[in-house]
């Protein structure tokens, strides 16, 4: 289950850079793609950079950040920053009570202008560092009483917004009163604002995170729930980056709620059920929109898009040899980026995983050792039918 997060700080040119967005659009993700087994075909180029771990142990990165010079990756509530060449250099911060110090981090990311990095802790704190070494700049105190924030979006001037999936328990079946599952907040902490009405259980999944970095110092927010709206931070709020469902196959709205359930309790149900459910990783990079979603059995399924040629696309399904599936985790504008442990590359070659098999088979072409686990990016190459 080793996964890695990677962090980004952006030169001013790349924070500037505004990746496409098809606001409006609604794209039934299963009529446009074609299931495949094989996908080496569809790459147009692959870097594999290995990981030395040998100073610092790396058990199941939860979120990665890609900045020009560093990745950074959430693991175990702690954030680990390498170079790109893939050694070792810090921790963000430490395990603590004390300043600059925290218990766990629940979701990070970079500041609009790419100098801080900002720690989302489970009691809703955001600690602020230096992007550029490190230093310890000061904490920002949120006010969210009976929940716990799921994710973190940098906007304009230092200001930020929180994702609460869901609201406390004993409130999770009553719709009766709105609750916002995204909140704005300046600089202070204080709220300014709040979007994206609750109107079903979003699923808080620890394991993969609803936020993901897209295209340039931009983060995108995931459904989190059946299908619906991808969301970006744009400026001062979120707006909405592409609708996303699976047609006939989209888990019914309210599934959860089936026969009066705790919505916890149907879990088993909703993840053997044979629809797609909890779209996450969603991003656009390139031309191509990609995001994964849980299918049957929870089987993870990867969704790749070319927006300019029809919506023409792939999908697969990763299976993994021994530990988590294998989605991306973080995009920048050409490319997408993925995590994979030591131990799924052990038997790569014969993975069930199409894209473990690819990145396999590149590193033993190009005589890379698989005895760490690796970043690596990919270009795709999905064209329309007439080409």
């Known amino acids: 289950m080793n ?3 990677i962090l980004f700080v952006y030169c001013t040119l790349l924070i500037a850079c505004s990746a496409p967005t098809h606001e409006g659009e609604s794209v039934d993700l299963l009529t446009v793609t074609d299931e495949v087994d094989e996908i080496s075909s569809y790459i147009d180029r692959l870097e594999v950079i290995p990981l030395q771990t040998d100073s610092v142990i790396i058990v199941s990165p939860v979120k990665t950040l890609i900045t020009e010079s560093s990745f950074l990756f959430l693991d175990g509530g702690l954030v680990n920053k ?6 070792f250099q810090t921790t963000i911060g430490r395990i603590g009570r004390g300043p600059g110090e925290y218990i766990h981090v629940v979701d ?12 989302l802790t489970h009691q809703n704190q955001v600690l602020r560092f230096s992007s550029s070494d490190g230093t310890y700049l000061g904490q920002i105190n949120t006010v969210l009483p009976g929940v716990t924030a799921n994710g973190i979006i940098p906007l304009k001037g230092g ?4 994702y609460v999936p869901n609201p406390p328990t004993e409130l999770l079946s009553d719709f009766s009163n709105p609750f916002y599952c995204v909140r704005y907040y300046n600089t202070s902490g204080k709220e300014s604002g709040a979007d994206l009405l609750r109107v079903d259980f979003r699923m808080p999944m620890s394991f993969q995170l609803p936020t993901m970095q897209t295209g340039g110092n931009r983060f995108t927010l995931a459904p989190s729930a059946s299908s619906g709206p991808v969301y970006v931070g744009e400026g001062g709020r979120l707006k909405q980056l592409i609708n996303i469902h699976f047609g006939s196959k989209s888990l019914p709205a309210r599934f959860a709620f089936r026969n009066g359930k705790d919505p916890w309790e149907a879990m ?3 993840g053997m059920s044979d629809y797609y459910k909890y779209p996450a990783s969603a991003c656009l990079f390139d ?3 990609y995001c994964s979603a849980f299918g049957k059995d929870f089987e993870v399924w990867n969704f790749i898009v070319n927006m300019d040629a029809e919506h023409k696309g792939i999908r697969w399904k990763s299976v993994p040899n021994s530990s988590k599936p294998l989605w991306a985790v973080a ?6 980026f993925y995590y994979c442990s030591e131990t799924e590359l052990e038997d790569g070659d014969s993975s069930e995983d199409p894209m473990i098999r690819t990145v396999s088979r590149y590193m033993d072409q190009n ?3 698989k005895n760490n686990p690796i970043i690596f990016k990919v270009g795709f190459k999905i064209r329309s039918h007439e080409e």
């Not at 990070?108 to 720690?119: A, M, T």
């Not at 995009?331 to 997408?336: K, P």
């Open 108 to 119: 990070f990311c970079l500041s609009d202008k790419g100098d801080e990095f900002l720690l």
């Open 82 to 87: 390498f170079d790109r060449q893939g050694h």
């Open 159 to 162: 200001n930020y917004a929180l």
């Open 268 to 270: 088993d149900e909703i």
């Open 331 to 336: 995009a920048d504008t050409q490319h997408l």
């Open 287 to 289: 031309q191509y929109f």
């Open 367 to 369: 005589g890379i050792p």
């Open 3 to 5: 996964k890695k997060i």
